[in-house]
């Protein structure tokens, strides 16, 4: 049965877990009847489109959206009910909805632009700091040891094996006969190892490096704000080069590059922020990793698929590559096994933009969405289509 009331107002159907306590929340309820749905089955979702959901509005998808029935295209898209008016979702990247059939069908769709900025610049920042610094492997040989120079020591000491991607460490036990805990001193002061070396790869700071961004939206140019407030030297991808004016509201200097492989040769770090479409599918491939400098280093909090995963394990088998930071997965929600193996990719649960303050403000964009078009002028704030 579905919760709707017989109130006389608009019915939206928000498709996954929503914050309720929400100021913005509570106030698009006092004007909208909704209902929570957690998407079960294609033939479900279809089935109760055509029924108990064939008067609603709009449409409020959540992180998931549609991706559990595989996107909303095809037969889901069809069984749309001809009420709809406007879909909005909570995330940035639309790439599982069909843009145009929407539009076809006088369907807006709308996303949440920008407002992951902030904290996605946060988190390539930390892969910044990590793939140059090393943090994650001093972290991991810190808590196996339970010490803090036997790891330094061992890193020092041991090569990096490239085929797989972490360095050759035989001795996993502190050893004890070589430190005096009496004395908290080396025993051998010539094994000694300040930490600037691991496994035969520096320890740099990025300061100084050149870091190319492809894509300069409004999360590349806060990557790019952060990058260069740490004394990275920020080149820029995209379709046009900034304005005069957009160049000073940026704040700092941006080099920017038309084409693509102009790019990569600046980038002794690539972060890839830009959208997945037929043109930047694969564009980190056999052959344009060949442009990037060699022991470089990528972040991609973009789409998995920005990068063919085997000619990037290529490049770290060869050394070409240097470390790789990932938020996102080429065949998400799975993680490729060898991957999760190699010390030389950082990997994380596609969390880029996951703080409570990017929840509150993406919940009230689509609150925002629904109420301008159903209530308000007409007009969506975020229409893609």
Known sequence: MTAFSSNGKPKVLIIGEVDTNFASFKQFAEHFDYELYQISTKEKLIEDFKTIYSDISAIWAMWMGFIPVGGLRGEVLEAVPVSVKIITSCAAGFDSYDAKGLADRGIVLCNTPGLAAEPVADHVLYLTLSLFRYYHVFERLTRAYQHTIDPRRMLT???WDLEAGKPKIFDDKRNEADYSFETNSSITPAKFAFGELVAGRFVKTPKGHSVGILGFGAIGKEIGRKLNA??????????????????????????????????????????????????????????????????????????????????????????????????????????????????????????????????????KNCADNIYNMILGDGKSLTRVN
């Open 157 to 159: 000491t041991s090569s």
């Open 230 to 363: 740490i004394g990275m030297n920020v080149h820029y991808s995209k379709r046009t080069a900034l304005t005069d004016e957009e160049e000073k509201e940026l704040g700092y200097p941006a080099t920017f590059h038309k084409e693509i492989k102009d790019l990569f040769e600046n980038s002794q770090l690539l972060v890839l922020a830009c959208p997945l479409n037929a043109g930047t599918h694969y564009v980190v491939n056999e052959e344009s990793l060949k442009f990037l400098p060699k022991e470089a280093r990528i972040i991609n909090i973009g789409r998995g698929a920005l990068i063919n995963t085997q000619a990037m394990l290529a490049a770290l088998k060869s050394g070409h590559l240097h470390g790789v930071g990932l938020d996102v997965f080429e065949k998400e929600p799975i993680v490729e096994e060898e991957l999760c193996k190699r010390w030389d990719v950082i990997i994380e649960p596609h969390i880029g933009s996951s703080t409570l303050e990017n929840v509150e403000l993406s919940e």
